[in-house]
């Protein structure tokens, strides 16, 4: 059974990074898809940066320049470095990845104090 969890969350002020982590486990061959996602106050769940099995990226706009995502395949495990926080990304984040069919984390809180 294949189980996301996420760690890394928190309460930062303005202009403060973190890092995000999401650590796959019941994985035996490689992930199609890995990402972050957002689910801002009002606001569906959204695509912050993905990670396609080539190592190609992607960002939303709102976040390009400032957040990065990475992997460690060995680990089956996916960070998101958020640096240069705005309160505007204050929202719950999930990691996702697509491995035959679509994964969730159960969400981490990040808020961003101004």
């Known amino acids: 059974q294949v189980q996301l969890r996420e760690s890394g969350g928190g309460l930062v002020q303005a202009g403060d990074s973190l890092r995000l982590s999401c650590t796959a486990s019941?994985?035996?061959?490689?992930?199609?898809?890995m990402g972050w996602y957002r689910r801002l106050p009002g606001r569906q769940r959204d695509m912050v940066a993905t990670?396609?099995?080539?190592?190609?990226?992607d960002y939303d706009e709102s976040v390009k320049g400032r957040f990065t995502i990475s992997r460690d395949t060995v680990k089956n495990s996916w960070y998101l470095q958020m640096d240069r926080l705005k309160p505007e990304d204050t929202g719950v984040y999930y990691c996702?990845?697509?491995?035959?069919?679509?994964?969730w984390g159960q969400g981490t809180q990040v808020t961003v104090s101004s």
């Open positions: 990670m396609r099995g080539d190592g190609g990226s």
């Open positions: 996702g990845a697509l491995y035959g069919e679509v994964y």
């Open positions: 019941g994985i035996t061959s490689r992930i199609d898809l």
